[in-house]
């Protein structure tokens, strides 16, 4: 089938019948290729742009979780079969890595399921005042307030296993517990075999577990956590940015925060972690 063209419009021997000659036509073209050399400078700066933001720190409003990650961009909801629940939330690429984990792991007929993950402040402040105010008891099913009138004892004895609302490391959305609160689990059966999967593959994903056994190496800090893991890429940036930014002073409103300077929390909490996670 032939078809008719219509070239009328063009008109070879005649170059004024060319629209790209006509004057406005011209400073179209000009504007063309102007925005194209800006697109083209925009993406040779790209990088430069990208190492300025990666370079910046950290808020302490979010070093704290005061932010809620339902709304944060940078989140994501974790969907089944990776957690036991709906309504948690990580940064969306510590959830891509533990994906492709959980993947891998499933390959070796070990079921990974994240039992927490996000907290806010307000989460945070909530578990440790209904331990402070003896709502809740501690693990060695005391109550604080009365087994432990000494605020400063009470506070140690709450950050065994529990961070001061401000400190803990799943304000971030790095952070991870594994399946089951309680270290006996990961000592036999499908506990063990998790446990042992993790300790040799997890590095790959970028997993690292922060709350190892304590030791000369380990001195202070929280009690050993075999189900707490730690998204690597973005928690030690901010590992290190709480070296250099973080102080005791950025700790306040609950009830217990006067403790945080005699207790040290930056420096034996915080930064208390297994060494091969900074
Ligand atoms: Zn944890």
């Known amino acids: 089938m032939i078809r008719n063209y219509n070239f009328s419009t063009y008109d070879p021997d005649n170059f004024s019948s060319y629209s790209l000659f006509k004057p406005d036509s011209i400073l179209k073209v000009y504007r063309i290729v102007s925005v194209l050399f800006l697109y083209l400078f925009l993406d040779v700066l790209t990088p430069f742009n990208t190492s300025i933001l990666s370079a910046q720190t950290t808020p302490t409003s979010f070093i704290s979780g005061k932010f809620d990650p339902a709304i944060h961009p940078d989140f994501v909801e974790i969907i089944k079969p990776h957690a036991e629940k709906v309504g948690m939330y990580l940064q969306k690429d510590a959830y891509q890595a533990f994906i492709e984990m959980y993947k891998e792991a499933k390959k070796s007929g070990v079921n990974l399921k994240i039992i927490s993950a996000t907290r806010t402040f307000e989460d945070q402040k909530r578990i440790w005042e209904n331990k402070w105010n003896g709502k809740v008891n501690l693990s060695n099913g005391k109550k604080a307030d009365q087994a432990y009138p000494n605020p400063k004892e009470r506070a140690q004895k709450i950050l065994e296993y ?3 609302p401000g ?8 952070d991870i517990d594994l399946n089951a609160l309680n270290n006996t689990w990961f000592e036999s059966g499908e506990g063990a075999k998790l446990y042992q999967w993790m300790l040799i593959n997890a590095s790959k994903f970028g997993f690292c577990r922060p709350y190892t056994s304590k030791d000369s190496v380990r001195p202070h800090g929280y009690n050993e956590e ?3 893991w730690s998204y690597m890429p973005i928690a030690g940036k901010i590992t290190s940015e709480i070296k250099l930014n973080f102080s005791e002073s950025d700790i306040a409103d609950f009830d217990g925060c006067e403790q945080a300077i005699p207790l040290q929390i930056v420096d034996h909490y ?6 091969s996670c900074f």
């Open 270 to 275: 915080m930064l208390g972690i297994n060494q």
């Open 167 to 174: 400190t803990s490391r799943h304000h971030w959305g790095t």
């Open 162 to 164: 529990s961070s001061m």
């Open 226 to 228: 075999k189900w707490h």
